[in-house]
C-alpha cells in the first residue's frame, strides 16, 4: 500500500487498464475517501478516470469484491438505486 504525504491507500482495486478505484485515508482532512483514478506507465494521470458505463461497471464490482467501498456504502447505494427505479422508468 502506498503512503504519501497526501494520504495513505487502505484498499484498492485495479484494472488491467491501470484503472482504479481505492479507499484512501487522506491526512489533511483526517478522513477517508473514495478516489477513482488512472496509472499510466505507474504513475497517476492528472486527468480525471473516464471510463464507459461497462467498463465502470466491471470496476465497481471489483471494487466491492476487494472491499473498496463499506457495507453502509453498499446498503445505502443499494437503496439509491431501488428507489430511482421506482421514481423514474429505466429504458
Given at each position: 500500500m502506498r503512503d504519501?504525504?497526501?494520504?495513505t491507500e487502505i484498499k484498492t482495486a485495479k484494472d488491467e487498464n491501470c484503472q482504479r478505484i481505492?479507499?484512501?485515508?487522506?491526512k489533511e482532512f483526517q478522513r477517508e475517501e473514495i478516489r477513482f483514478s488512472w496509472w499510466p506507465n505507474g504513475a497517476m494521470a492528472v486527468?480525471?478516470?473516464?471510463?464507459?458505463?461497462?467498463?465502470?461497471?466491471?470496476?465497481m464490482r471489483l471494487a466491492i469484491q476487494k472491499g473498496v467501498f463499506?457495507?453502509?456504502?453498499?446498503?445505502?447505494?443499494h437503496g439509491a438505486i431501488y428507489d430511482e427505479k421506482r421514481a423514474v422508468p429505466l429504458t
Open positions: 504519501t504525504p497526501y494520504a481505492e479507499r484512501i485515508f487522506v486527468r480525471p478516470l473516464d471510463l464507459p458505463e461497462d467498463e465502470l461497471l466491471v470496476l463499506s457495507s453502509t456504502f453498499l446498503k445505502e447505494l
